[in-house]
């Protein structure tokens, strides 16, 4: 038999609350999913899981549905065998190390214009 209300009135007045009802299977089922799915690490940028089992690429080697993939030169594969991207701070660095290496060092500098074995007086005219 249901409580009237004023039965319930007294058990909220007293401390006691109505008993809930266990939720049904479905409903358990899905708590879990929406807990497990929370409690999920975000995968690193530029990466998803695999929708179905393929070859990476690089090393040749199987994934199976559901790992962690990455794109790879020419596909997707192992996020391990992907190109490292270099920060902004490396790739400036490699750049003025060419430059070094090139001979182009500076930004205004220019070949010399001094004749080999001959003074700065008497220098080729200008282009």
Same mark, same amino acid.
């Given at each position: 038999?249901?409580? *009237?209300?004023?039965?319930? $009135?007294? %058990?909220? $007045?007293?401390?006691?609350?109505?008993?809930?009802?266990?939720?049904?299977?479905?409903?358990? =089922?899905? /708590?879990?999913? $929406?807990?497990?799915?929370?409690?999920?690490?975000?995968?690193?940028?530029?990466?998803?899981? &695999?929708?179905?089992? #393929?070859?990476?690429?690089?090393?040749? %080697?199987?994934?199976?549905? !559901? @790992?962690? /993939? *990455?794109?790879? *030169?020419?596909?997707? !594969?192992?996020? #391990?065998?992907?190109?490292?991207?270099?920060?902004? &701070?490396?790739? @400036?660095?490699?750049?003025?190390?060419?430059? /070094? @290496? +090139?001979? =182009?060092?500076?930004?205004?500098?220019?070949?010399?214009?001094?004749?080999? !074995? +001959?003074?700065?007086? +008497? *220098?080729?005219? $200008?282009?």
């Amino acid at each position: 038999m249901g409580q *009237t209300p004023a039965r319930k $009135a007294a %058990k909220a $007045a007293s401390g006691q609350l109505p008993k809930r009802k266990r939720p049904g299977k479905a409903q358990r =089922e899905a /708590i879990k999913q $929406a807990q497990a799915a929370k409690s999920v690490v975000p995968l690193p940028r530029g990466s998803l899981r &695999a929708a179905y089992p #393929g070859t990476c690429p690089a090393c040749f %080697k199987d994934y199976g549905k !559901g @790992e962690v /993939i *990455t794109k790879v *030169t020419n596909g997707w !594969g192992h996020p #391990g065998c992907a190109p490292r991207q270099l920060s902004a &701070a490396e790739r @400036e660095f490699a750049r003025n190390k060419a430059r /070094i @290496e +090139s001979g =182009e060092t500076y930004r205004a500098q220019k070949p010399s214009d001094w004749r080999l !074995g +001959s003074s700065p007086s +008497s *220098t080729r005219p $200008a282009r």
